[in-house]
C-alpha cells in the first residue's frame, strides 16, 4: 500500500507507545532539501535559540506525540567517513531531540551480522511496519505497508540489535 505524507501523519499519531525509525542510506533526494543543503554547504547551520526555523510541521508532531508518551527512536546506520548528506543531517539533529526523539548512529562495520530488512522502516506499536523505498540515487520511490508478523518481527529485532549498538546522537562525533 502506498501513503502519502498526511496519512503519515495521522499514522504516527495513531501510535500508542512506540515509533521506530531505522535509516540505512548514506543519502537521500528529499523534495525541497537541495535548499538546506546548499545553505548547509555555503555555511549556515540552524540556530539552537530558534525552534521557529526549524523543520516545520515534522517537528511539530514528533513533540506532539512524545507528549501523549510515544517513545519515538530512529536509529541510522551510516558509512564512515560519512557522506556529505550525513554530516549534513547530523548538524541538525539537535532539532529532532529538541522535539523529544531518541537518535542514536551506527557505523557500518559495526553493523556486520546483523540480520536487516532490505528497506528503511518504521516500526509502530510493534504491530505495523511501513517500509520506505528508495531508489539508488535516494529518491524516494514509495512505501509498502504489513502488519504480517514475520517482517514485523525482524524490523523489531533488526532495530533492538541496531540500537543496542549505536551510539548516541551527543557522543557520535562527525
Given at each position: 500500500?502506498t ?5 503519515f ?39 539552537p ?96 505497508q ?8 525482524l ?12 551510539i ?7
Open positions: 500500500m501513503q502519502s505524507l498526511a496519512n501523519t495521522d499514522l504516527i499519531r495513531s501510535a500508542e507507545w512506540s515509533a521506530v525509525h531505522l535509516e540505512m542510506r548514506d543519502t537521500y533526494a528529499i523534495p525541497n532539501e537541495d535548499k538546506g543543503l546548499a545553505a548547509w554547504r555555503g555555511g549556515h547551520r540552524l540556530d535559540d530558534d525552534r521557529e526555523s526549524w523543520w516545520r510541521p515534522w517537528l511539530d508532531v514528533v513533540q506532539e506525540v512524545t507528549a501523549k508518551g510515544v517513545h519515538v527512536r530512529r536509529a541510522r546506520i551510516v558509512s564512515e567517513p560519512p557522506s556529505e548528506y550525513i554530516r549534513y543531517e547530523h548538524s541538525f539533529t539537535f532539532t529532532n531531540i529538541a522535539a523529544g526523539e531518541e537518535i542514536r548512529w551506527l557505523p557500518r562495520q559495526a553493523a556486520s551480522g546483523l540480520d536487516l530488512p532490505q528497506y528503511d522502516f518504521w516500526l509502530f506499536d510493534n504491530n505495523l511496519v511501513q517500509f520506505n523505498i528508495f531508489d539508488g540515487e535516494g529518491r524516494w520511490v514509495h512505501t509498502d504489513t502488519y504480517d508478523q514475520a517482517a514485523v518481527g524490523c523489531a529485532g533488526a532495530f533492538e540489535a541496531v540500537w543496542e549498538r549505536a548516541p546522537h551527543d557522543k557520535y562525533a562527525i
